[in-house]
T-cell receptor, first 112, second 115 residues
Framework: GQQLNQSPQSMFIQEGEDVSMNCTSS?????WLWYKQDPGEGPVLLIA?????ELTSNGRLTAQFGITRKDSFLNISASIPSDVGIYFC????????????FGAGTTVTVRA | NAGVTQTPKFQVLKTGQSMTLQCAQD?????MYWYRQDPGMGLRLIYY???????DKGEVPNGYNVSRLNKREFSLRLESAAPSQTSVYFC??????????????FGPGTRLTVL
């Protein structure tokens, strides 16, 4: 299946900061999905991207589908405490497949 | 709409015991999935059902069986639980058709400990 590499593995945020994370694939994707998981909960779909170069926002979150189709980026603007959690990228196991491969996640924690 | 529901939320088993994890969705989705999540490993697909009446193995199927009971329900069975199956199990569903065919929606999870 597809290998997805997320970075950074973890990050600390300070309230009000802009933060970003990315995901790279060993193969070309035609779909990128970003999920957030709060402690003790299931992942929740944040943003779906279907076109190379596409930039899509959901409130303070913005995600981009990389031009090479092998990467995607997620930005959080003006962080707030409830942004803590684990953010996962996901993409189809094979082209046009409904099965997904997931990255290992970026853990976001509030800096004391 | 409840979305995807899972029962139970927590379970403790002894090695060798069996149990079935239940999942139901009310979104009229065609495809359903079972994942396990272990620390630092992300989500790994155990089994999936592309449509009612079909099931297929995912990345880590050993030690599990599934049943797609009807369009709404997809159960995961551990026949003889092992400590290596201690994990958090998530069920998910997707439309499986159209532009958003692979947008998956997850349940709240079942936290399973095998002693």
């Amino acid at each position: 299946g597809q290998q997805l590499n997320q970075s950074p593995q973890s990050m600390f945020i300070q309230e009000g900061e802009d933060v970003s994370m990315n995901c790279t694939s060993s193969s070309i994707f035609n779909t990128w999905l970003w999920y957030k998981q709060d402690p003790g909960e299931g992942p929740v779909l944040l943003i779906a991207l279907y076109k190379a170069g596409e930039l899509t926002s959901n409130g303070r979150l913005t995600a981009q589908f990389g031009i090479t189709r092998k990467d995607s980026f997620l930005n959080i603007s003006a962080s707030i405490p409830s942004d803590v959690g684990i953010y996962f990228c996901a993409g189809p196991t094979r082209s046009n497949d409904y099965k997904l491969s997931f990255g290992a996640g970026t853990t976001v924690t509030v800096r004391a | 709409n409840a979305g995807v529901t899972q029962t139970p939320k927590f379970q403790v088993l002894k090695t060798g015991q069996s149990m079935t994890l239940q999942c139901a969705q009310d979104m009229n989705h065609n495809s359903m999935y079972w994942y396990r999540q272990d620390p630092g490993m992300g989500l790994r697909l155990i089994y999936y059902s592309a449509s009612e009446g079909t099931t297929d193995k995912g990345e880590v199927p050993n030690g599990y069986n599934v049943s797609r009971l009807n369009k709404r329900e997809f159960s995961l069975r551990l026949e003889s639980a092992a400590p290596s199956q201690t994990s958090v199990y998530f069920c998910a569903s997707s439309d499986g058709t159209g532009l958003k065919y692979n947008e998956q929606f997850f349940g709240p999870g079942t936290r399973l400990t095998v002693l």
